[in-house]
């Protein structure tokens, strides 16, 4: 997937680049509004993370000019300022999401993948069943079936499996989980990821000799048939 990452401080730059890169996203760099423009009228993205604050135009004038030339990718707004007014000056201006500075990259994450999925995006596809080993997750009818045993699952339950299943193999912190399945405002402070992966460790895991949801001490957990 190509995100346009558009920022002129270097150290976010690095920051975002890098974490991206690391989740498989292919991420060109726009150091100021112009370039921006210029990228997003010849080049097609994904997602267009932009900056408030830059050197040339602001990123509201970017956002605006990008939305005149009918370019209607998913734009997430970065700023330093919290004030209301800017994030609804912001918002629009044609912004489909604001983040202020600092922020953990594992929140960007998910609001990345929050987009992509209000846009029929690539990060949540149409695919009807999810499969690892003999876990079989049909998003279409919502059942879940472990070998020939059906698993009645809640609906967060559900959900909870599905983010493990779209990600197979790849460590899936508390704090994310959090943000995939229950939202940003989720407490994260809460234990309520550990009760629920309890619940369905002991649903899809417990009788079955082969055990595919897995705890990485210090990290997270992960779906693995290995």
């Known amino acids: 997937m190509q995100i346009l990452l558009v920022e002129d401080d270097q150290r976010i730059v690095d920051f975002v680049q890098r974490g991206l890169k690391a989740e498989g996203f292919n991420v060109e760099v726009a150091r100021n509004g112009m370039e921006a423009i210029a ?3 010849e080049r097609k993205f994904q997602i267009i993370i932009l900056d408030l604050g830059l050197p040339d135009i602001n990123g509201r004038e970017v956002c605006e000019r990008l939305r005149s030339l009918e370019i209607n990718t998913p734009i997430l707004m970065l700023t330093a300022r919290d004030a209301i007014h800017d994030k609804v000056t912001g918002l629009r201006s044609g912004a489909d999401d604001y983040m202020t500075k600092p922020f953990a990259f594992e929140e960007l994450l998910a609001r990345i993948e929050v987009l992509m999925r209000r846009r029929g995006g690539e990060i949540k596809t149409d695919i009807r069943e999810l499969k690892i080993a003999d876990l079989i997750l049909n998003g279409e009818t919502h059942e879940v079936r472990r070998g020939m045993t059906t698993i ?6 559900f959900n909870l499996l599905e983010c493990f299943m779209r990600m197979p193999g790849k460590v899936l912190s508390r704090t994310r989980i959090l943000e ?4 940003y405002s989720a407490d ?10 309890r619940q369905l460790r002991r649903k899809i895991d417990d009788d079955f000799e082969l055990k595919l949801l897995k ?10 048939a290995s």
């Open 152 to 157: 009645d699952l809640t609906p967060k339950e």
């Open 188 to 197: 994260p402070l809460t234990n309520v990821v550990d009760v629920y992966i």
């Open 39 to 41: 990228l997003g009228k």
């Open 215 to 224: 705890t990485v001490r210090g990290f997270g957990y992960k779906l693995d």
């Open 180 to 183: 995939q399945v229950w939202g």
